[in-house]
């Protein structure tokens, strides 16, 4: 039984900054690519960034050089640290794997899921 689950969501003025993690547990292989995704209200989900196995990193244009994406394999931790933080990227954030590989940031099939953790950026 896979299990992600997020933490370290929270309120953040403009501008600042939040460190998210991904705890993983269960059957599940370091091959994996893994992806952040967020939910803002009224649209539909988004692909933030991915990383596979070997720390290859992907954004979105978006979020370019203000996010960073990260995994510790040793203690099954996914980060995503947000810098620049705007009141538009308030969203449910969710991390996720996917087997096979990923080209495209959001746009493989991701099997496993968190159950989100929600991101308040202020004004």
């Known amino acids: 039984q896979v299990q992600l689950v997020e933490s370290g969501g929270g309120s953040v003025q403009a501008g600042g900054s939040l460190r998210l993690s991904c705890a993983v547990s269960?059957?599940?292989?370091?091959?994996?690519?893994m992806g952040w995704f967020r939910q803002r209200p009224g649209r539909e989900r988004e692909g933030v960034a991915h990383?596979?196995?070997?720390?290859?990193?992907k954004y979105a244009d978006t979020v370019k050089g203000r996010f960073t994406i990260s995994r510790d394999n040793a203690k099954n931790i996914l980060y995503l640290q947000m810098n620049g933080l705007e009141p538009e990227e308030t969203a449910m954030y969710y991390c996720a794997a996917a087997r096979g590989r990923c080209i495209v940031v959001g746009g493989c099939t991701y099997r496993y899921w968190g159950l989100g953790t929600q991101v308040t950026v202020s004004s």
């Open positions: 990383i596979n196995s070997d720390e290859r990193t």
């Open positions: 269960g059957d599940i292989s370091s091959r994996y690519f």
